[in-house]
C-alpha cells in the first residue's frame, strides 16, 4: 500500500547561507561579478530585458511610484435617498444635491457601491456601479442605462 506525500519541501534560498539548504560560501551565484554580489540594475547587460523598451516607457519617480493613479469617488446607495424620486442619477445631479464636491473628482469619475440605509427613491443611474448596488436600484423600482 502507498502512503500519501505528506512532506513538502521548501524551495532554496541563494545567499542565506549553510543552512538555507543551496550551499555556502558562493551560495549558487558563481565566483564573482555584479551577479554575485547583490541586487542589479534592471539596465544591466546581462540581465534579459529590451533596454529600447525600458527607454519608451514614461519614468515615475517618488514614494507613490507603485499606487494606483486615479480611484473614483464612492457613493453609497443609502446617500441617494437624499434625491428627489425618479431623478438621473449622474455627477451634475451629484453636485446639485452636494453628495460630492467638484473638487475630489479626478480622473478615476464616481462609482456607485451598496451600502448605508435600505434606498427608496426611484432612481435612473447613468453611471458606474457595483453588481449589488444595480440590484438595490432595481428592487427600489429604479432602472439603469
Not at 453609497?76 to 455627477?91: A, D, F, I, R
Not at 451634475?92 to 440605509?117: C, H, Q, R, S
Amino acid at each position: 500500500m502507498d502512503l500519501p506525500k505528506i512532506v513538502n519541501k521548501r524551495k532554496k534560498r541563494k545567499g542565506r547561507g549553510y543552512g538555507s539548504g543551496k550551499g555556502g560560501h558562493t551560495s549558487g551565484r558563481g565566483t564573482k561579478g555584479q551577479k554575485s554580489r547583490g541586487k542589479i540594475g534592471i539596465l544591466f547587460e546581462g540581465v534579459k530585458v529590451k533596454k529600447s523598451l525600458l527607454r519608451r516607457l514614461p519614468i515615475s519617480r517618488g514614494k507613490g511610484k507603485f499606487k494606483a493613479k486615479d480611484k473614483p469617488v464612492v457613493i453609497k446607495t443609502g446617500e441617494l435617498n437624499k434625491l428627489k424620486n425618479g431623478s438621473v442619477l449622474n455627477v451634475k445631479t451629484l453636485f446639485a444635491a452636494k453628495l460630492i464636491e467638484e473638487k475630489k473628482i479626478g480622473k478615476g469619475g464616481v462609482k456607485v457601491l451598496a451600502g448605508g440605509e435600505k434606498l427608496e427613491k426611484k432612481i435612473i443611474l447613468k453611471l458606474p456601479a457595483s453588481k449589488r448596488a444595480i440590484e438595490i436600484i432595481k428592487q427600489a423600482g429604479g432602472s439603469v442605462k
